[in-house]
């Protein structure tokens, strides 16, 4: 879990391979959808330019399908969930379990903003704009606190400050992995 541009895509990557865990990147799964020229993958575009959350509906399907078509893998690294309280409700409803670990990337708002623009520029993703960034941060904020404290009561929680150079974030974060193995 983390804010818009807190570093947690770059850190799942680096985390699947160096693990061999399966990578489920919501928000690149949601990206690939939206490029589609459907009524969904419209109505995906729609809510992401908006930094609003695509329904929970959509997101646990996708979920669901990456990871029964990964059965073999040792593990799963869902990146960019939950979002908010229901989503981790109904993950433990249909998984039929609770997540081994919930690592949350703490980042000052100033630093998610100015990654994010940076990444706005090279990248040329849309939802990087200073308008949508600031609705993504309003809808994380308003959001994660159920969570956190969901997973808190679950003793599950683990925060990395994500504020550092990213392969000073990445020690932290084979830290927590190792200590689960
Ligand atoms: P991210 O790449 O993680 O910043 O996600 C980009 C956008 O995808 C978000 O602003 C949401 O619109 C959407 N999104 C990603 N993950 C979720 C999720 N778990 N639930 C709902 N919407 C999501």
Request: aromatic share 6%; with cysteine; proline share 4%.
């Amino acid at each position: 879990m983390g804010g818009p541009g807190c570093g947690k895509g770059t850190q799942c990557k680096n985390m699947a391979t160096k693990y061999g865990f399966c990578h489920v990147g919501l928000g690149q799964l949601l990206r690939q959808e939206a490029q589609r020229n459907t009524q969904r993958g419209r109505k995906i575009h729609d809510i992401m330019l908006q930094g609003l959350l695509v329904p929970t509906g959509t997101i646990l399907d996708m979920i669901s399908n990456a990871m029964l078509s990964r059965p073999e893998s040792r593990g799963f690294l869902i990146d960019g969930f939950p979002r908010e309280l229901r989503q981790a409700k109904e993950f433990e409803r249909i998984v039929g379990r609770a997540p081994d670990i919930v690592i949350v990337f703490d980042c000052s708002m100033d630093t998610m903003v100015r990654r994010a623009l940076r990444r706005g520029r090279v990248e040329h993703r849309a939802d990087d704009c200073e308008q949508a960034i600031r609705q993504r941060l309003e809808t994380y904020y308003t959001l994660c606190g159920p969570v956190l404290t969901f997973y808190q009561q679950k003793k599950l929680l683990c925060n990395i400050l994500a504020e550092e150079a990213p392969e000073n974030i990445f020690a932290k974060c084979c830290s927590v992995i190792e200590s689960l193995q």
